[in-house]
Nanobody, 111 residues
Framework: QVRLVESGGGLVQPGGSLRLSCRVS????????MDWYRQAPGKRREWVAN???????NYLDSVKGRFTISRDNAENTMYLQMNSLKPEDTAVYYC?????WGQGTQVTVSS
């Protein structure tokens, strides 16, 4: 079965950076369209970014210019580089492909 495991979350000050990873097993990673979502306390889960099999990317407007989604097919891993982080970026971040979700990783942006 498809399994996705996120890592890289943590506590960072406003303006700081984090890189999230999503490692995939149980499927041919190079053929998967991959998404990042996030869910902040008291809010609905929202889509953040995706990357297709050809490397084309899309972003939520509020993260454009600050976040970069990428993939390393040799490592079966998707990444989300997050720069210039803001308190409103605080959320649990999830990776997704098709109907499969990872367990999430907590990102907290606070002074």
């Amino acid at each position: 079965q498809v399994r996705l495991v996120e890592s890289g979350g943590g506590l960072v000050q406003p303006g700081g950076s984090l890189r999230l990873s999503c490692r995939v097993s149980g499927s041919i990673f190079s053929l998967l369209i991959m998404d990042w979502y996030r869910q902040a306390p008291g809010k609905r889960r929202e889509w953040v970014a995706n990357i297709n099999t050809g490397g084309t990317t899309n972003y939520l407007d509020s993260v454009k210019g600050r976040f970069t989604i990428s993939r390393d097919n040799a490592e079966n891993t998707m990444y989300l580089q997050m720069n210039s982080l803001k308190p409103e970026d605080t959320a649990v971040y999830y990776c997704r492909t098709n109907s499969h979700w990872g367990q999430g990783t907590q990102v907290t942006v606070s002074s």
